[in-house]
């Protein structure tokens, strides 16, 4: 920066305008004054602004808590004992939980849904979502069907889950194939009272299905459901007892040979959790 030169002048500055007195007494106006110009603040042109950063955008679905649920555990078939004590599911008492079934060729259930609820959660954190997951095949067996319902309520610090997605696949007979969403019921009984779930858990169901159909191309179930991939039931104690939205997913049917090349396919499930994630964002942002 060049050095300021002062030079000694009679008069005084006014507002920023420099007004001289000359020898003879007579006052000699500026140069702005002369040419009639009238300062003004408007007459200022203000310094640009230097523009702030635009905030980031949220993923879409942060601040939402999901619970998956991946159906049995790859160690239920050592416990045979302990899962099949029986528990209270509102309308009635049932296994704690059972081994889950299996394709011919012995790749089991229990494998394919820890499979795909891995690659459920990790889109869905992507998508900003904070995931629970009701176990990881960290314990020896279960939890029990009770138990895994009062994680999906308690997520959340307490207020509850968001979405609960159960992830299975069935175990019908040769010939039936497809996938299907399984809704809770109308159920009233002991401790179980799914009336404010019903309404949100549907809605849940029909985005899941039909995200589901179009990401992995699979057909609705053509043994239940009437075409339309979803079966509504009451003997489910994950959904008796559950007091937050929540379906099963039947990803396909692992005793049709057709269906079960898909659900051992890497690439295959990939798809399945990304029609899973979809159908839950889309439910989730409304």
């Known amino acids: 920066m060049a050095a300021a030169v002062t030079v000694p002048l009679a008069g005084a500055v006014l507002a920023g305008w420099l007004v001289w007195t000359p020898s003879d007494g007579t006052e000699a106006p500026s140069a702005a004054a002369s040419s009639g110009a009238v300062p003004s603040a408007s007459s200022v042109s203000p310094l640009p602004l230097s523009p ?6 949220a993923p879409p679905l942060t601040g939402k808590v999901v619970v998956i649920d991946p159906g049995h555990n790859p160690g ?4 045979s004992r302990e899962i099949n004590k029986t528990v209270d599911i509102g309308t009635n008492r049932k296994e704690c939980d059972t081994t889950g079934t299996a394709a011919r060729d012995g790749y089991t259930e229990a494998a394919f849904t820890l499979d795909v609820s891995h690659r459920l959660r990790d889109l869905l954190e992507e ?3 904070t995931v629970v997951l009701t176990h990881d095949a960290d314990r020896p067996f279960g939890p029990c069907i009770d138990e895994r319902a009062r994680i999906g309520n308690e997520a959340g610090g307490g207020r509850g889950a968001d979405a609960v ?32 779930i019903v309404g949100p ?23 239940l459901g009437g075409g339309t991939g979803l079966d509504v039931r009451k003997d489910l104690g994950g959904l008796n007892l559950s007091t937050v939205p929540k379906v099963f997913v039947e990803c396909g049917n692992m005793r049709d040979p057709d269906d079960a090349a898909s659900l051992e396919d890497p690439g295959w499930r990939g798809k399945a959790a990304r029609g899973i994630a979809d159908g839950i964002t889309t439910y989730l942002r409304g």
Not at 52 to 57: D, F, L, R, T, V
Not at 166 to 181: E, I, L, Q
């Open 52 to 57: 702030s950063a635009s905030p980031e955008k």
């Open 201 to 223: 858990s549907r809605t849940l169901g029909e985005r899941i299905a039909a995200e589901f159909a179009r990401v992995t191309g699979s057909r609705p179930a053509n043994y």
């Open 76 to 79: 239920n078939f050592q416990h």
């Open 127 to 129: 998508r900003g979502a």
């Open 165 to 196: 997605v159960s992830v299975h696949a069935d175990g019908s007979a040769a010939g039936h194939r497809g996938f299907h969403v399984i809704l809770p019921a109308q159920v009233k009984a002991g401790s179980a009272d799914t009336a404010p």
